[in-house]
């Protein structure tokens, strides 16, 4: 990992990425300290934010999975994880 000493040689880039391979590329450049974000929009307020509908439906999902495994656990744990459920004859 680099030093942050002022006298340490930097340029200053702008990425563009597709959003599909975003994350895997900053969190590479971030896990190896070769990266510093600016923020360009300072005034725009964090719910404000593009990625905020993604954030609120990955919620969604949580509960909806947390429910799921919640009712799995009531009848058995037959829908997670467990053998299917056999019919009574």
């Keep these: 990992m680099g ?3 002022r006298s340490e040689e930097v340029c200053l880039a702008q990425l563009f990425l597709q959003s599909a391979s975003a ?3 900053i969190s590479e450049l971030g896990e190896r300290g070769l990266l510093e974000f ?3 929009n300072p ?3 964090p719910f404000q934010r593009r990625f905020v509908g993604e954030v ?4 969604e999902m949580e509960k909806t999975f947390s429910e799921c ?3 799995g656990a009531d ?10 459920a056999r019919p009574s004859v």
Excluded: A, I, Q
């Design 43 to 45: 005034k725009v307020s």
């Design 23 to 25: 994350y895997s590329c």
């Design 75 to 84: 009848l058995g744990g037959g829908l997670l994880g467990g053998r299917p």
């Design 56 to 59: 609120r439906r990955c919620e």
């Design 3 to 5: 030093s942050l000493f």
């Design 69 to 71: 495994r919640g009712r």
């Design 38 to 40: 600016r923020d360009l």
